[in-house]
């Protein structure tokens, strides 16, 4: 069940927001009356209430906005649970204070904002023990092993408990409650109007991850990024599942470039199949491949791993997707060695994503130049694949058959920027640019008023996918779906 958190300074807006949620099938609401910027009327909001509520009056030391002075604060506490609503949350170092009476449920809870405490276990026993009928512990998490001990004391509590680690990095928790043996979790009523942090939208809870149907038996996969909440890649994995009928999700992982190994060591112990890796793991997750696909092998990175037992195994389907891509907008057959002899590439960026397709196209034989902002950065990629160094500055000065934008440049929601001048292009090129969102960037508006053949980011993007989507399940891709999807995230106003 999802407890949808509701946080407003006027009491007509709380009450018409409550029956709207009502009206929409949220089983449960939070009122969180410290938002309330007058006296509280509780009588006004409960009375006629037209479903179960969660009560809680939040101080600003717990995350909350709570003005009055502490014994106005417990009188509201103790005639939520006089007035009989379902639920009251009262903080832990308090709840002495505040006996148990009729039929209303004491969640007894605890807020770290700083980080996740290691005395966990110990602290959950003193929280029981305050008569809980719940148990709530939300902590920030700092590193992905906080989520993991998070999750482990949820599995093993004979109380009833909901562990959140709050943060970007803690979002799994969150998702992952129903699953672990949680009463409920919580979601915020809209996007832009987060009541803690890291916490998820009520609707894309539903639609997204379709939090009510996960299980234990539920198959997790996801991707690990930093940041990771731009990623449409749940979005359409998830929906693949679904279509397919399988009882598996697909969650977003924020971690931190320093916290790799801590997840590589940690994250199957969860439950986790199989991830998705993007900037910054790609090159260094190839150190924790117990075994690569020979293209991954020779890229130096990977944006696939499979944990099966034991085995990691690293594949890099950015490169299957572009080759792809490329090989079918020049007429060319798909693996054909030396397809490429003859052309020029010139590719602009010395990332991940750059240095799949530089692999690929030197491994059919194209004459491939790179241009970055960090030159020796663009050395070094040049250097490792025989490739030519450009300078930034000259990057118009190539004659290329194929431009590629590996860079970030054009990407929402800096879409009047483009990595190349238009004056530079022409009806004889195939520009690529791997930017997804838009799809159709400044430098793809600017190629086809060229008259320049093209490659979208969202060709890309969904080819890739389509092809972890067969390494996760054993299973062909919905790519019309998937294609559908992304569109529909990047480009609202004109899909229908």
Known sequence: MICVSLGRARHQKMIAEHQFL???????????????????????????????????????????????????????????????????????????????????KRIISYHDFSGTPDELEELHAAMAAEDADIVKIATMANTFSDNVRM???????????????????????????????????????????????????????????HYETINKDTALFGVIADPVAHSHSPLIHNAAFVDAGLNARYLPFRLPKDDLQTFMNTCHSIGVEGISVTIPHKEASVAYCTQAEASATGIGAINTMIFNGEDR???NTDYRAAMDCIEETFGLKRGQENSMQGKVAMILGAGGVSRALAWGLRQRKCDVYIA?????????????????????DQRHETKAHLLINGTPVGMHPNVDSSPYSMTALNEYMVVFDTVYNPENTLLIKQAKRKGARVITGVDMFVRQAAYQYRLFTGQDAPTDLMRQKIKQATNPVQVN
Request: glycine share 10%; net charge neutral.
């Open 372 to 392: 970055s902002r960090t030159m020796e950065r663009t050395q070094m990629l040049a250097g490792e694949l025989g490739c030519h160094a450009v300078e930034w």
């Open 151 to 209: 999750i482990q004391l949820v599995q093993k509590a004979t109380v009833p408990t909901i562990g959140i680690c709050m943060g970007e990095l803690g979002m799994l928790t969150r998702i992952l409650a129903n699953r672990v043996g949680s009463p409920f979790t919580y979601a915020t009523f809209s996007t832009d109007k987060k009541l803690a942090p890291g916490q998820l939208n009520w609707k894309e809870m539903n639609s997204i991850y």
């Open 313 to 315: 195994i690293g594949y």
């Open 22 to 104: 009502v009206e929409q099938g949220a089983e449960l609401v939070e009122l969180r009356l410290d938002f309330i910027t007058r006296a509280v009327n509780l009588k006004r909001l409960v009375q006629d209430r037209p479903g179960p509520v969660v009560l809680s009056v939040r101080r600003k030391e717990d995350g909350g906005r709570w003005e009055g002075t502490e014994q106005e604060r417990l009188v509201l506490l103790r005639s939520a649970i006089a007035a009989g609503v379902e639920y009251v949350d009262i903080e832990a170092d308090v709840a002495s204070q505040i006996p148990r009476y009729g039929a209303t």
